[in-house]
């Protein structure tokens, strides 16, 4: 029987092992780190997606809004034209509303005007009723009356300006304008051409005459230029 005996490599398939075993070693340990890379590098690229897909949202909005823009220019540009052609008619409406805005007391008023003063009339010792000389809230809606008709812009009673919806009435010898109280003398004070209102006061048989009549003590004077905060402003 003989002993069969196992040759030992030779030194050239030793190095050919040896070589296949390190090639083996760098391939597996080359597709480990590429996997590990792979993992590594995900969330950058996601979140550059990310940054990309809004930055697309935003140019889009962007040329939404700018189609917008220019559509309200373009409107603007028509309301513009429409305006100028009817520029007269636009200036007559403002003027209209700057006049409304004075008689309602909204804006203040300042320009000529008079001032005209009623006073009771002297004691009557022979009269001993003291409502026939004393000023009524009558002879205050005369005075305003007229003023108005004659194209005042604005009316003040003792430095108080009235409103369109103002409420006068006489308590005694004191009359009551919004609930406020004034003692004669009262000092009525109106912005508007003077000439007007003065001619329209002193008409013969008209509203002078007629105070005159009743005892009253009334004073007009031209004014050069007379001053009324509006109505919101605190009155003194």
Do not use: W
């Amino acid at each position: 029987m003989s002993n069969k005996y196992m040759k030992p490599p030779s030194k050239k398939q030793l190095i050919i092992l040896i070589v296949c075993i390190v090639t083996g070693f760098i391939i597996g340990y080359s597709y480990n780190l590429s996997k590990d890379n792979k993992k590594v590098t995900s969330p950058y690229v996601d979140q550059e997606e990310s940054y990309r897909e809004e930055l697309i949202g935003q140019q889009e909005r962007n040329k939404e809004l700018m189609e917008e823009l220019n559509s309200l220019q373009n409107k603007i540009r028509d309301y513009e034209k429409t305006f100028a052609s009817n520029e007269d008619q636009y200036e007559n409406l403002v003027q209209e509303a700057e006049r409304l805005r004075l008689i309602l007391g909204e804006i203040p008023s300042v320009g000529q005007g008079v001032k005209i003063t009623l006073d009771d009339g002297e004691y009557d010792p022979n009269n001993t009723n003291p409502n026939d000389y004393i000023v009524h809230e009558s002879h205050i809606f005369k005075v305003i009356n007229e003023l108005k008709i004659s194209g005042a812009e604005a009316i003040s009673i003792n430095g108080k300006r009235l409103e369109t919806n103002s409420y006068i009435n006489c308590t005694g010898p004191v009359i009551s304008i919004d609930g406020e109280q004034f003692p004669a003398p009262f000092t009525i004070e109106a912005v508007g051409n003077s000439e007007t209102l003065i001619a329209s006061l002193k008409i013969v048989g008209g509203v002078f005459d007629q105070l005159l009549n009743d005892q009253i003590v009334v004073t007009i004077e031209q004014s050069g230029q007379v001053v009324m905060p509006s109505v919101n402003d605190k009155q003194s």
